[in-house]
């Protein structure tokens, strides 16, 4: 009898250690969208928002990266995101796109990044940043 109760409540245990273990692994996800969707690497540095969507600039040693998404995702719309680094030309992605422009990158190790994103009729511009 005291056999069975105790594996009873192992098994409770692990049962209830498996369902902590999986929502920790979903709150993780869910806390890392914007990258997971975006394609750029590296280290999120400034989110851009605006009335129609976010850009994110995202940085590694090497490159700055950049990525519009729209607030309301679904059916094509027309998007754009551009990165110039300083000195360097805008490399640009514009269209219409169902769920992001971009994502683009530069080469910015020590230079300032210069970003805009469009979604529709709503944009914002960074300035020069990540100097």
Known sequence: M?????GTRRAL???AGVTISGAALLVGALSVPAQAASGCGGRLMKSLPFSTGTTYVY???THACAVTLPKRPG????????IQARGGVPVRDSGRFYQLAGPVT???VTRCVFVRGSVGGG??????ILC
């Open 106 to 108: 530069v080469y910015a």
């Open 75 to 82: 059916g094509r719309q027309q998007m754009s995101v551009s």
């Open 2 to 6: 005291f056999s069975s109760r105790g």
């Open 123 to 128: 944009s914002v511009a960074s300035g020069w």
């Open 13 to 15: 245990v692990r049962t």
């Open 59 to 61: 940085k590694t040693r």
